[in-house]
């Protein structure tokens, strides 16, 4: 007698039920696994034969893919008669007023500088050149290391934007060159603050100068007078010392 197996003893039930029996919305797709070819000694999956579907992979819901008598806009049509928009054309240079006052911090209206044209500079001003020049000289070599520290600035801040790595250690030097050249007329203008300070002391101690007065000039010059002594020519000799006559010696 053959051995009943232990899932009917544990659930009977499932002896009623025709173990064939399948879903009826499975039936098409079981139908075509049936008649598909099976490849013997392979662990390839079975193929299904293509069912000669058009709309197989088309969503229903998006309404995807070419409706009928659709067309594509790839295909020619006639341009020339046409009116469509033209493309604005792309500018890459900036154009600008050529004179206008931010391109003092460009050189050469360039956004950075390479390191050999950064660090083509001199040396920084003495204060024995800058004696020599007058304050509006002074004035507008200050203003012009002032756009340079400016200009400086600006390519740090872009350099470290655009993350180039180079150009800091020229930039540096070329910066320190220019405080330099500043530093110098600040010693130059503190030495004529000194200089005229001293020069007022010794006005107001003048009798022949009167600050007080705003009315006319401050210096009053002192009549001449002939008779008043004056000191020696320089070409005029001097007379000759008067010796002592000697002592006679006296004899022991």
């Known amino acids: 007698m053959a051995a009943i197996p232990s899932s009917r003893i ?3 039930g499932l002896s009623s039920k025709n173990p064939d029996a399948l879903l009826s919305f499975l039936v098409p797709s079981i139908q075509c696994m049936r008649n598909a070819p099976v490849a013997r000694f392979s662990t390839s999956p079975a193929l299904c034969k293509k069912d000669n579907n058009k ?3 088309l969503s229903a819901v998006r309404n995807t893919g070419l409706r009928p008598r659709q067309t594509l806009s790839v295909k020619n049509k006639d341009f020339e008669n046409q009116q469509l928009p033209k493309p604005v054309k792309i500018e890459n240079k900036v154009t600008g007023t050529p004179d206008h006052g931010l391109w003092d911090f460009f050189k050469d209206q360039q956004l950075l500088q390479t390191p050999v044209e950064e660090q083509r500079h001199g040396r920084a001003w003495t204060v024995g ?3 020599s020049r007058d304050w509006d000289s002074l004035h507008q070599l200050w203003w012009v290391c002032v756009k340079e520290r400016n200009r400086l600035a600006t390519e740090k801040i872009e350099r470290k934007r655009l993350e180039a790595g180079y150009g800091d250690l020229e930039s540096t030097h070329r910066d320190r060159t220019v405080q330099e050249t500043m530093k110098a007329i600040l010693d130059t203008l503190a030495e004529r603050q000194i200089a005229y300070q001293e020069a ?3 006005a107001k101690r003048d009798p022949s100068i009167d600050l007080s007065r ?3 000039p401050q210096y009053t010059q002192e009549p001449y007078d002939p008779l008043e002594s004056e000191e ?3 070409d005029a000799q001097p007379e000759p010392a008067v010796e002592e006559p000697a002592k006679a010696k006296t004899l022991a």
């Open 10 to 12: 544990l659930r009977p």
């Open 55 to 57: 709309t197989r992979g």
């Open 129 to 131: 050149e800058l004696r």
């Open 200 to 202: 007022l002391e010794l």
């Open 214 to 216: 705003t009315d006319g």
């Open 232 to 234: 020696a020519p320089y």
